[in-house]
């Protein structure tokens, strides 16, 4: 993988103007030099902080008044018992128990055995001495030490799908591999400890079982702790998971404390832990946020919601003061950069356009929460004190208005609402989103679950990715990765709009949770007017030589027409187009390459489309399955066969480096126009090198017409693909 880097840093290198590349290259020297000292300093001492941080980790909710209604009692007793046994469905794992001694499955045939022979998890911490550092053992003890008994330790650094396990006792730079089968997004999915502030709920929705939870609770967050130093091993590789991890600690620690009458469990020992600890990934993040000159995008993102929740929660201080004000004039920049004026996300993907909304979203609503002393924090601040890039504007400079109700410039709020309507009209009436795009299940948080239990069988039967899994119970909670209504109920917490409203009674928890981090302050008379018709095109696409038409027609008897309340919408700026009746819902893409033309999170799915038709799924896309562990996959759900296009001379649309460079790449080679848009058709343009697509869809009673027309001969791919995958690591076959 070194390699690899290197080679792909020489390519960008010769990309640049000379001097733009001869000034890059000097960072970049600089850099490796502070890293070797780093790197030498965090193994010869303990990384740990040597001052003490004042506990007093404040609370941002009332959890009295958050609904808990729409969690089913029997999904959260059967999700008790498997976070209670250390087992976890991450990424298409199946429910497995993250333990040091389990042996994995595999991936595709590919399976590692990495896992230390650890005799005993003595309560001394003594075992610790067979995976940390000899440096970090010390302090690390300490916090095992306050584990309550019984408790057996979660491995951190393992990827349980293929079984192999990361070097905890090496620095966070040196982590990277290359072996086949094996992904380091399952320990970093691990890791982001969205489980907990669930788990937490449940204590809530389930009191009999409220003990039990709070033990587990604060022995998970010890445990990480004790086992992850800072700057050491895998988790703190990703500056993203290392901001979304101190999310879900904060949320599950303000319930759990709430909830802990007894103070047994969420004592002041806990507390100055989990200050100390706080305050660590907070530094950790400033130190390496995901930003470039060039591009930042939802890793930036995650950074900037990670570091606000850290600063919000933890007492006011001039160096917290500086990441508050820091963080605001950074989701101002983002918004903008990230966001198109029409709401869309400008990934190119249904999938992280819900994960930078959910973020937008929570972090705007921990800022408009903040209390009068708190906005202090955002004219107060030193910019002198910040010291790296981007820098930090002084308070005369900012764009926002701490004395405002809403803080936010009014298109920043514009824009953010513009975001949940795309989202709302996407949504199909099975409560899901057509996947376009790269889906990594990515989540900020997750709390009431989403999803359906399938008799184990038949879940065996139906995923290829729980092949060869052992499990005992009867019945398998399957999560739904494609329904992003949670999103919907959020942003009901945030905005008084009617449509959201009707949403946020579904999913009551989530509405409630960003109302109370709001403070109660809602944000009224947002235009609506997301319908403006969008600019056509002038294209005589009769005179395409080649033509080929399809129908898909209803078998369903109905007295209602497919056209009876048929309605659009049209997003030009992101390139989604909606039409929705009673009985359909297509959605259509004609999306850029996204993330300024790099590419990164789109597929080859330009005029491809998505139709639900009375019910039932007639075209839909394949989504993604994996990244890095296996790149033949990978290319091949984002490769133009597998999507509902067309094919010409075998050409891909955007075409990517081979290998591992090109995983997160695109050549920007692919334009996309609307040369006709009515109340019953869409016509829709693609050219890319020499080949011009157009596609019409025209829709009648009980029927959609899809016409393409060409400059060259081609074939047409309607669910071709053999395989499908409604979330990341899920892979279901077609045929």
Same mark, same amino acid.
């Given at each position: 993988m070194i390699q690899t880097d290197r080679l792909s840093w020489l390519r960008k290198a010769f990309s640049y103007p000379p001097h733009v590349a001869a000034r890059k290259l000097i960072v970049k020297l600089q850099a490796k030099g502070t890293d070797r000292k780093r790197r030498a300093r965090d193994l010869a001492s303990c990384p740990r902080l040597t001052e003490t941080i004042t506990p007093a980790i404040a609370s941002l909710m009332d959890i009295s008044r958050l609904d808990c209604s729409g969690i089913r009692k029997e999904t959260a007793d059967y999700l008790i018992n498997m976070y209670l046994d250390h087992r976890f469905d991450l990424l298409g794992s199946g429910w497995v128990q993250n333990s040091y001694g389990n042996r994995a499955v595999g991936v595709e045939g590919y399976r590692y055995d990495d896992s230390p022979e650890i005799a005993e998890f003595d309560r001394d911490g003594n075992w610790l001495k067979e995976i940390l550092a000899p440096a970090h053992l010390e302090r690390s003890q300490a916090i095992w030490q306050k584990i309550h008994e019984p408790y057996e330790p979660i491995d951190w650094q393992k990827d349980c799908k293929s079984g192999y396990r990361w070097d905890v006792a090496s620095w966070y730079k040196d982590q990277w591999v290359d072996h086949p089968g094996v992904d380091i997004k399952l320990p970093w999915e691990t890791a982001r400890l969205h489980h907990l502030p669930q788990m937490a709920i449940f204590a809530k929705v389930c009191p009999q079982h409220r003990s039990d939870i709070l033990r587990e609770c604060r022995n998970q967050i010890l445990d990480f702790i004790a086992a992850n130093p800072p700057r050491m091993g895998v988790n703190w590789t990703c500056t993203m998971d290392v901001a979304i991890r101190a999310v879900n600690i904060l949320l599950a620690y303000d319930v759990g404390r709430q909830l802990d009458d007894s103070g047994r469990y969420f004592d002041y020992a806990l507390n100055k832990i989990i200050a100390d600890s706080l305050y660590e990934h907070g530094r950790h993040i400033v130190h390496n946020l995901e930003w470039s000159e060039q591009l930042a995008n939802n890793h930036y993102l995650a950074d900037l919601t990670g570091l606000l929740s850290i600063a919000r929660y933890l007492p006011r201080t001039t160096e917290t003061d500086c990441w508050r004000a820091f963080v605001v004039q950074e989701l101002i920049r983002e918004m903008e950069r990230q966001f198109y004026p029409d709401g869309g996300n400008f990934e190119s993907s249904s999938s992280y356009h819900r994960l930078s909304t959910e973020m937008m979203t929570f972090a705007t609503a921990l800022v408009i929460g903040m209390n009068r002393y708190d906005r202090k924090a955002l004219t107060e601040y030193n910019p002198r004190l910040w010291t790296v890039d981007p820098p930090l504007k002084p308070p005369d400079e900012q764009e926002y208005d701490s004395i405002s109700d809403h803080v936010f410039p009014e298109w920043y709020l514009e824009r953010l609402f513009r975001a949940g309507r795309l989202t709302m009209y996407l949504t199909r009436p099975s409560g899901d989103v057509a996947q376009i795009g790269d889906n990594d299940s990515g989540r900020l948080y997750r709390l009431t679950p989403v999803g359906d239990f399938l008799d184990m069988a038949n879940a065996l039967k139906k995923y290829e990715n729980l092949k060869g899994l052992q499990l005992p119970e009867s019945t398998y909670w399957d999560t739904d990765d494609c329904c992003q209504v949670p999103l919907l109920s959020a942003l009901a917490g945030l905005f008084s709009d009617p449509d959201l409203a009707m949403v946020g009674d579904e999913f009551p928890l989530e509405q409630g949770l960003i109302a109370a981090l709001a403070g109660g302050t809602t944000i009224d008379d947002m235009a609506r007017s997301d319908d403006n018709p969008p600019e056509c095109e002038t294209y005589d696409y009769d005179s395409l030589p080649y033509r080929e038409e399809t129908t898909f027609a209803s078998d369903c008897q109905s007295r209602y027409a497919l056209t009876d309340g048929l309605s659009h919408r049209a997003f030009p700026d992101s390139g989604i187009y909606i039409f929705w009746s009673r009985r359909l819902h297509l959605t259509?893409?004609?999306?850029?390459?996204?993330?300024?033309?790099?590419?990164?999170?789109?597929?080859?799915?330009?005029?491809?489309?998505?139709?639900?038709? /009375?019910?039932?799924?007639?075209?839909?896309?394949?989504? %993604?399955?994996?990244?890095?562990? #296996?790149? !033949? +996959?990978?290319?091949?759900?984002?490769?133009?066969?597998?999507h509902n296009t067309i094919v010409v001379d075998e050409c891909e649309q955007n075409r990517w480096r081979e290998g591992r460079d090109g995983l997160f790449?695109?050549? /920007?080679?692919?334009?996309?126009?609307?040369?006709?848009? %009515?109340?019953?058709?869409?016509? #829709?343009? !693609? +050219?890319?090198?020499?080949?011009?697509?157009?596609?019409?869809?025209?829709?009648?009673r009980d029927a959609i017409a899809v016409i393409d027309y060409c400059n060259y001969p081609f074939t047409v791919n309607y669910d071709d693909y053999e395989f499908f995958s409604a979330g990341y690591g899920k892979l279901e076959r077609r045929f």
């Open positions: 259509i893409c004609a999306t850029p390459v996204g993330q300024n033309g790099l590419g990164g999170h789109s597929h080859n799915d330009k005029l491809s489309f998505s139709l639900h038709l /009375d019910g039932k799924s007639r075209v839909d896309d394949p989504g %993604t399955y994996l990244y890095t562990a #296996l790149p !033949e +996959r990978r290319n091949e759900f984002r490769g133009i066969h597998a790449a695109m050549n /920007d080679e692919t334009d996309c126009d609307l040369l006709e848009l %009515t109340e019953k058709s869409i016509t #829709l343009r !693609e +050219r890319y090198r020499n080949v011009i697509h157009v596609r019409r869809f025209e829709i009648s």
